[in-house]
């Protein structure tokens, strides 16, 4: 622990003008230090947002220390916004190029709000919140999505927040600058934010965290909003020191762009701006970022927290949550138009509510999305959208999984008829979209039955107990999709008042890469070159057919060299067409590695590489 070289401070030692810090501070919640500029402060830095420096290091009843940064909050005033996590006597010590800032010290005292904390990464694919290290809350991630977060009519938005946290919804994301092109409200130059746009956004956010909600902040939108904005690299380390200064304090998650494919060399920005803002954050907030379709390629830069995706494609997500020990959160895999569907993502509230399943057995946590509130970044939409079917449907699925073990479960591949979640021994979750006879192999235990609705959310129970290792059944009607749960309830009742968070340590699978073990192989593209220019043909071919290939799972991926890309995921299925993105070739001639991953029913993942050149 770093020494300060005092025993104790008594006082708060900072000058008379100066409010007092931080007033009845209580645990996760902000409270602020404020400090006011001379006016031969505003004379050296004419404009404080882009010269003055200013931080606090901030230590804890346990000696633990947390660094964060301060922001300049308009006129003459300057801010520290800061929220202890414990309760007891925090003291600080301010750091900064205003000499006569720089060094001073003082105290204050926080009680215990209460609140269970800020969400964290738990139990490799899961979520918690962090107040408690020992018996930690479980956090049932279900989202929102909601462009214009920042600038929707007040009315409306408080309307919006209102009926989502009556619906079970705790995550609501948004663009933290507005829509692309539309930035003036937050920044008229790089250098020259707007302070009452981030005025209003701080009462938004605290407006959500008040009800439970937490805010996913998109940071920018596309394409090239944040390059355009902020085209040196010190306007963007300021920018992201800014935002962290503001809202850190408060529950929130980052984002940091939309649609990271949409950059220009997007792997180099984001891994400087993703380990930027894991150095800014005292609280390590989740980070992650905005994708057309997966931000896997990007987890190797070890800035990531978790993985998003923007697909309903059941092969992508059920391999890249084999392949990384990150939770997952889909951001994309439908927008609900209750009008019956229509271009692009835009599906029916039936189409919505099986991708929903689909990928909650892939081990996924959903955001939702409707047409007309979250599809556009527009600001107009009719408030009884905020009862559409979906989102009921959505809270159905909130409220079935808070009765679960929802943090220790998997997803389970010893069933036929339907796909499965499972914490073995404890509770077995099939989900059929297809109504009809299910098979699932358990633990030989005593277990309830139930049938759960997803329409309307009704629960029923079976009679009967199921005792054995194979149960066999069918759902109450074979004319809608179904989700049967076998559970142990009491033994989940004694888990919660006797065990600790995690009952048994989740085993990641290790890939399968020796050729002579993988029962498929790279058919096409079959020649040695690939035309950049043309369309390419891919195909596996199936070498062994047993009953765990009966139905296999592909997802092909490509990584050029030279560049720093990364890999880009070009298809998925057995057979099809992809073209390489411009962004994965830097110069020509270079050399593609195409991967191709399989899954078989039983959940096993294999891989195989061939490498081509590629040529004009």
């Not at 230090?33 to 230590?59: G, K, M, V």
Request: glycine share 8%; hydrophobic share 35%; aromatic share 12%.
């Amino acid at each position: 622990m770093r020494s300060w070289g005092i025993a104790t401070l008594a006082v708060v030692l900072i000058p008379a003008r100066a409010a007092e810090p931080c007033q009845n501070a209580q645990t996760y919640r902000p409270c602020e230090l404020r400090f006011e500029l001379d006016p031969s402060d505003l004379q050296t830095h004419p404009n404080p947002y882009a010269s003055i420096e200013l931080e606090a290091e901030f230590r804890s009843p346990g000696m633990k220390t947390y660094l964060m940064p301060g922001f300049w909050d308009g006129d003459r005033s300057l801010v520290i916004r800061f929220s202890p996590t414990r309760a007891g006597r925090w003291d600080y010590r301010l750091r900064s190029n205003l000499a006569r800032l720089n060094g001073l010290m003082g105290s204050f005292v926080a009680s215990d709000s209460g609140s269970p904390g800020f969400v964290r990464v738990a139990n490799v694919h899961h979520w918690a919140y962090d107040a408690d290290p020992i018996r930690p809350k479980p956090h049932l991630w279900m989202g929102d999505t909601c462009y214009a977060l920042a600038v929707l009519d007040r009315g409306l938005f408080e309307q919006l927040v209102q009926t989502r946290a009556s619906q079970g919804f705790n995550h609501i994301r948004g663009y933290l600058l507005g829509q692309a092109g539309n930035e003036v409200p937050a920044y008229q130059g790089a250098q020259q934010p707007n302070l009452e746009y981030f005025r209003e956004l701080d009462s938004r956010i605290r407006f959500l965290n008040d009800k439970g909600i937490t805010a996913d902040l998109i940071l920018a939108s596309d394409p090239g909003q944040l390059i355009r904005l902020f085209p040196t690299w010190s306007d963007r380390a300021r920018y992201l020191r800014y935002v962290v200064a503001r809202y850190a304090a408060m529950n929130v998650t980052w984002q940091l762009v939309e649609a990271y494919e949409d950059y220009a060399g997007a792997r180099n920005l984001l891994r400087e701006l993703g380990q930027l803002l894991r150095k800014l954050d005292p609280y390590q907030h989740p980070r992650s970022t905005g994708t057309k379709a997966s931000s896997g390629p990007l987890a190797g830069d070890e800035w990531m927290d978790y993985l998003v995706h923007r697909t309903a494609d059941d092969a992508l997500q059920a391999i890249e949550h084999q392949l990384y020990g990150l939770p997952q959160v889909n951001i994309g895999f439908g927008c609900e138009d209750p009008s019956g569907g229509g271009a692009g993502q835009r599906v029916s509230t039936d189409d919505f509510r099986k991708r929903l399943w689909t990928a909650t057995m892939n081990g996924q946590y959903p955001t939702y999305c409707h047409a007309r509130i979250g599809a556009q970044a527009s600001s107009s939409f009719d408030p009884s959208d905020l009862q559409a079917p979906g989102a009921q449907q959505m809270s159905h699925w909130f409220k079935f999984f808070s009765n679960t073990r929802h943090w220790e479960l998997e997803p389970y591949f010893d069933v036929e008829g339907g796909r499965a979640l499972a914490l073995p021994g404890v509770e077995y979750i099939v989900y059929l979209e297809t109504p009809g006879p299910v098979e699932v192999v358990t633990e030989k235990k005593s277990y309830r039955v139930y049938w759960f609705n997803p329409i309307t959310g009704e629960l029923i129970r079976e009679k009967r107990e199921y005792r054995g290792a194979h149960f066999t059944g069918k759902p109450p009607t074979l004319t809608q999709d179904w989700v049967l749960h076998l559970s142990r309830d009491e033994q989940k009742r004694s888990m919660l008042e006797r065990w600790y968070f995690e009952s048994r340590p989740v085993l990641l699978q290790e890939v399968e890469f020796d050729p002579s073990r993988v029962p498929y192989q790279i058919e096409e593209p079959s020649q040695a070159e690939l035309r950049v220019s043309e369309l390419v043909q891919y195909r596996a071919k199936l070498l062994r057919e047993t009953r765990a290939t009966r139905a296999m799972r592909y997802v092909w991926v490509g990584e050029v060299t030279p560049g720093d890309a990364g890999y880009y995921v070009l298809g998925t299925g057995p057979e099809g067409q992809f073209t390489l993105p411009k962004q994965l070739i830097p110069s020509l001639p270079a050399t593609l590695t195409l991967r191709l991953f399989g899954m078989n029913t039983l959940g096993k993942v294999y891989s195989i590489s061939r490498v081509y050149r590629l040529v004009p």
